[in-house]
């Protein structure tokens, strides 16, 4: 059980903060609910405390997890390509992995659409995707690893910078 105050994940949403925790009646029945602020967009959530952890809300990872992932992210030896696999498969099945509760699977999706990229120009859903990971993955390293959200970015960044081209760095750095 989350208590108030506390730092959760939800999956696709990111890192929120258990504002309440409250009854009311949903249906006909008596549900009791967390109601979470996700952090990063102020949008609320409400979700029954006993299906919580069925639709994947978790706790924040600690400093191990955030360094686990980091980890994961530099490794390339389980990247496979897209060898003629079709984008809508791909898109399917990141978008699935995008909102799992497992954050290695978040960060799955970053890595591979990182080192596609090397190969080929992403498309603008393959773009939105990636920036999607990215925004989750930095964001909740943010907090496992105590520091700002950019920082992050940054880090996980420079794990990839002999893909990343010279504009992408200069844009960062005109922010």
Do not use: C
Request: proline letters at 3%; a negative charge; zero cysteines.
């Amino acid at each position: 059980m989350f208590s108030i105050g506390e730092l959760v994940v939800y999956p696709a949403q990111g890192v929120g903060r258990v504002e309440k925790i409250e009854e009311q009646e949903l249906g006909g029945a008596k549900a009791t609910l967390y109601i979470v602020r996700i952090l990063s967009n102020n949008v609320t959530l409400m979700v029954p405390v006993n299906n919580a952890t069925n639709v994947g809300l978790r706790p924040v990872s600690d400093l191990q997890e955030g360094l686990k992932i980091l980890s994961f992210l530099e490794d390339r030896s389980d990247f496979t390509g897209y060898s003629g696999q079709n984008w809508n498969r791909r898109y399917r099945e990141y978008s699935d992995k995008l909102k799992s509760k497992d954050l290695t699977d978040v960060a799955y999706v970053l890595k591979e659409l990182f080192l596609i990229s090397r190969d080929k120009e992403l498309s603008f859903g393959e773009r939105r995707l990636m920036e999607q990971a990215m925004t989750l993955i930095s964001m909740e390293l943010s907090y496992s690893l105590k520091i700002d959200q950019p920082e992050a970015k940054a880090k996980v960044e420079s794990l990839f910078s002999d893909i990343l081209s010279p504009e992408i760095h200069e844009e960062d750095h005109r922010e």
